[in-house]
């Protein structure tokens, strides 16, 4: 098992450890025990374009009726404290991939900078999030396919997705990175015909609630109301920790992976702000659908069409359904190989997940093994009236219990190891961030609280299976 303390001798000479900052040279994985399997050549625009794409500009499409009861009509406060929030981790995240540049995510970062057990709980809570996030994806996808074309029912949509993504990701990430900036600009193009029709709308007189009110309704304000809803809008905040995961195929510096979360977190939380308040402002009965939900899921369309008419509707549903169904579920599928495949590298998965394809280079058998849960999960909760609400609410309960760890890892590995003085970065931030995302966990819905502890539970005993049977979870020792 390595130590990661940093002795007297090795003070002066920061570009030798392991944990090195970019900009002093930050080693490869070959310093931590690791074989460079994964290809590098992915930059700093294909991070952030990945990013983006993962988050999707136009995510408060699909659960914008959700956030909007939820917070009482205020969904631009919920947006603006969900980007403070992430933009507190997305800091902690920086600091930790530079540390350690590696792909994993919160599972490396949490086993390296605590403890290895501690990071296969993060890694094991983390997996909530990256494995049932593709079938939540395909789900909601095919859904919004099928209220538009109902002859094909939404299980037959979901394979249809699922596949064509699988043949995408096995094809290289290199072609997956120049899929990511075609999906990125349609939907980047949708989104800017909805705002200027929906300015216009505006300036028209169409506008249906105070200009205000999606910010601060002092009828409606209180804390646990607007963090409760934060709890569900910080599902369209998702993804930028997923460019983590693609450390070990970044071909520029560490510093890299850290600039573009914070980019990609700033550029997509200002977006989500902007077509929410618009939205808001455009809900044909704002006060019906705080008090009865949304039920079909249509909110933002019927926004829609009353800023533009059907075929912005029609329009608005389309570029849904293909931005969750194929780019996002694109790179989620991505992401969500690379976590098995870190875990099955330290032998804490089964080892055939570690297997790279010879030719293009990519993890395989992690990546068939996500399609097919995902094909599986996307059909099985389609038969479900609350499939989506269910997986929503597993989803962020466990990227966020992870996201809880990576402060405390940042806070034990910069502070406590390394003796580092940067109180800001290593100690404000990640108790800052610490505190808010407790606040939202606790505030958000009893279901997702208990099913989460559940998983969280089958986390602790399979890993005292682990221990008992003499398998505790290692990690590559580093080269000296």
């Given at each position: 098992m390595s130590d990661h303390r940093t002795t007297p001798a090795a003070a002066g000479h920061r570009a030798a450890s392991p944990s090195a900052t970019a900009d002093e040279g930050s080693p490869g994985v070959e310093a931590f025990g690791y074989?460079?399997?994964?290809?590098?050549?992915?930059?700093?625009t294909d991070l952030l374009v990945y990013g983006l794409v993962f988050m999707v500009p136009i995510a408060p499409f699909g659960i914008f009726g959700g956030v909007f009861q939820a917070s009482g009509g205020m969904i631009a406060l919920a947006y603006a404290i969900g980007m403070l929030a992430m933009a507190f981790t997305a800091a902690s995240y920086s600091q930790m991939s530079r540390a350690f540049p590696m792909a994993g995510s919160v599972y490396t970062y949490a086993g390296r900078g605590i403890a290895q057990p501690i990071g296969f709980?993060?890694?094991?809570?983390?997996l909530l999030d990256y494995v049932l996030v593709p079938g939540l994806l395909y789900l909601i996808a095919g859904v919004a396919m099928n209220s538009i074309?109902?002859?094909?029912?939404?299980?037959?949509w979901v394979a249809?997705?699922?596949?064509?993504n699988t043949v995408?990701?096995?094809?290289?990430?290199?072609f997956t990175a120049r899929i990511n900036k075609i999906m990125l600009v349609a939907e980047l193009v949708v989104l800017a015909i909805f705002l200027v029709i929906g300015v216009v709308a505006l300036a028209s007189g169409k506008s249906t609630d105070s200009?205000?009110?999606?910010?601060?309704?002092s009828d409606t304000f209180s804390f646990g109301l607007v963090f409760g809803a934060v709890s569900i809008a910080v599902l369209s905040f998702l993804g930028f920790d997923g460019i983590s995961t693609l450390a070990e195929e970044n071909r520029e510096s560490a510093r890299s992976i850290g600039k573009s979360m914070i980019a990609a977190l700033i550029l997509a939380g200002t977006l989500f702000i902007v077509q929410t308040w618009i939205a808001a402002l455009l809900v044909p009965d704002p006060a019906g659908l705080v008090a009865n939900g949304d039920p079909g899921g249509t909110a933002f369309y019927d926004a829609a069409q009353n800023a533009g008419g059907h075929w912005l509707s029609v329009l608005t549903a389309v570029a849904t359904a293909i931005a969750w169904g194929f780019a996002n579920s694109l790179v989620a599928q991505a992401a969500t190989s690379r976590l098995l495949f870190a875990m099955a590298r330290d032998r804490q998965l089964p080892s055939f997940l570690a297997k790279i394809d010879p030719k293009h280079r990519v993890p395989v058998n992690a990546t068939l093994l996500v399609a097919v849960v995902s094909l599986a999960l996307g059909i099985y909760m389609s038969q479900r009236e609350d499939g989506i609400a269910l997986l929503s609410t597993l989803v962020n309960f466990g990227a966020l219990s992870a996201f809880l760890v990576l402060h405390v890892a940042v806070v034990v590995h910069f502070v406590f190891r390394e003796k580092s003085r940067d109180w800001w970065r290593h100690l404000v931030v990640p108790v800052i961030g610490f505190a808010i995302l407790a606040y939202v966990v606790y505030n958000a819905q009893v279901a997702a609280q208990r099913l989460g502890f559940v998983w969280l539970g089958i986390g602790f005993a399979l890993l005292a299976f682990l221990l008992a049977t003499g398998r505790r979870p290692q990690l590559a020792e580093e080269n000296a």
């Open positions: 074989r460079q399997e994964l290809k590098r050549s992915l930059s700093f709980l993060a890694g094991w809570m983390i074309i109902s002859a094909i029912p939404v299980w037959l249809a997705f699922v596949v064509l995408v990701n096995y094809l290289g990430i290199e200009a205000l009110h999606p910010i601060y309704n």
